[in-house]
């Protein structure tokens, strides 16, 4: 996978997790300490996927919009709404909604992030209880907006 490099906050007492492969690289922070079989809660994950094109000839900024529409069209998924974003190199869309989990009713605001010229899609995604999520939003708006890529 090849290497970027990203700034994050963590708020104090969160937990950070990491996990490195060939083709995918993933971190997040979280409320509470991950547990098997237990509700994560609040928490912020980053995805990182390289080498798309080599899956088929189209960009990575080609494939965002069927991932938005795919959102849009599942049963489970109350769509709240979505925007077009720019940062830098990369292109993509923010959306949010709802929908049941495991861990009950949540919502969440999910960032797909398109470099074409690196080949790399970052999926950025932040979220909490629905019951928790005015308060919780406080944070994810405050760790999406000084989420930084270089």
Not at 61 to 74: A, F, G, Q, T
Not at 91 to 113: A, C, E, K, M, T
Request: charged share 25%.
């Amino acid at each position: 996978m090849k290497e970027i490099n990203g700034t994050f906050l963590k708020p104090a007492g969160w937990h950070f997790a990491y996990n490195k492969g060939k083709l995918m690289g993933s971190f997040s922070i979280s409320r509470r300490a991950p547990k098997i079989g237990e509700p994560v809660g609040t928490r912020f994950i980053v995805y990182a996927v390289s080498n798309l094109s080599k899956i088929d000839s189209r960009l990575v900024s080609e494939r965002i919009p069927s991932y938005v529409r795919s959102l849009k069209e599942h049963k489970d998924y109350d769509f709240m709404f979505s925007e077009d974003l720019t940062r830098g190199f990369y292109r993509g869309v923010s959306i949010r909604y709802r929908f049941q989990s495991l861990d009950g009713h949540l919502v969440r605001q999910q960032v797909y992030l398109a470099n074409d010229q690196a080949d790399l899609l970052l999926v950025v995604i932040f979220e909490s209880s629905e019951e928790d999520w005015e308060q919780a939003w406080e944070t994810g708006q405050v760790l999406l907006n000084n989420f930084v890529l270089s």
